[in-house]
């Protein structure tokens, strides 16, 4: 697939690398960027050759938030033909202003409940700032790794927004508890790195020359478990999240485990570990 904003290679192993990559613009999600994710997680939706993915981003910043000279042309009536007939959430009618602005905001949130959806675990890597939906990206991803540079807030509410966007009130308090979230989303000050991890909004600070070699490895890690069991983990992990009782999810986990005990992948887990070495699951 070619991407204009944002790379993505897959390994033989099965990891892929997305990459934002607009590093002039600070990575800043800008129509076109939100188009081409939607095609990406579409893509590995369905996609059962890549197995972990890991995000991160060129240049200085992972990224800087939307583009906020394209959100502008949200606010006006007129909107150019070109992009109208490029991005179709803009083509509600001229004199209805509300109706573009609820499309664009409805389609960009929808990449944050992809990333929930797709099966592949996400290893978020971040360099420097991460600001407004670019931290509502970061929170996410399944992991996050951080240099000693990067830095996150909460970008909305500093520029007349609610601070409640794509996700950022539903992820943040569950990771980092209610009271630290609160804060951080009503101020919009920025999180150092070294913050972050004290409050488990990331999983380690390295030096930057090591973001990807740590997340190779964590990935190449997740690469040793059975694939089915690696999904199925994800899925039961987000649903576990807003379920009403331990009884529903002990009933989707065992679910999940008897699915599991079909597969091919359990014959192979079971006789490495007896023959202590490292399992050799087909990539899909």
């Not at 996609?47 to 890991?54: G, K, P, Q, W």
């Not at 981003?57 to 606010?75: H, N, P, T, V």
């Not at 990333?115 to 991803?141: E, N, T």
């Amino acid at each position: 697939m070619n991407f204009e904003t944002i790379k993505f290679e897959l390994k033989e192993n099965g990891i892929g690398i997305l990459t934002l990559n607009r590093p002039e613009k600070l990575n800043a999600m800008s129509f076109q960027m939100i188009k081409d994710l939607h095609a990406l997680f579409d893509s590995l939706m369905v996609n059962l050759d890549c197995r972990v993915v890991i995000l991160k981003a060129e240049g200085r910043a992972f990224c800087a938030g939307l583009d906020l000279k394209e959100s502008m042309i949200l606010q006006s009536k007129k909107k150019p033909a070109e992009l109208k007939e490029k991005f179709h959430f803009l083509n509600a009618p001229d004199k209805d202003l509300i109706k573009a602005k609820l499309y664009a905001q409805w389609h960009t949130s929808q990449i944050i409940a992809k990333m929930r959806k797709i099966g592949q675990p996400i290893i978020a890597l971040i360099q420097g700032a991460a600001s407004g939906a670019g931290f509502a990206f970061v929170l996410a991803a399944d992991v996050r790794i951080a240099s000693k540079k990067a830095r996150f807030n909460n970008a909305f509410i500093n520029v007349g927004f609610s601070g409640a966007d794509l996700g950022s009130s539903y992820h943040l308090p569950r990771l980092i508890g209610m009271s630290r979230a609160a804060e951080i989303l009503y101020t919009g000050r920025f999180v150092d790195a070294y913050e972050a991890e004290k409050i488990g909004l990331v999983l380690s600070v390295v030096e930057e020359e090591k973001l990807s070699d740590t997340a190779i490895k964590l990935a190449e890690n997740m690469l040793r478990k059975s694939p089915l069991g690696l999904r199925m983990t994800k899925q039961a992990t987000n649903l576990s999240l807003d379920s009403p009782s331990l009884e529903t999810i002990l009933q989707l986990e065992n679910r999940g485990q008897m699915l599991c005990s079909t597969s091919d992948d359990i014959m192979e887990g079971v006789q490495s570990f007896f023959e202590k070495r490292d399992p050799k699951y087909p990539l899909s």
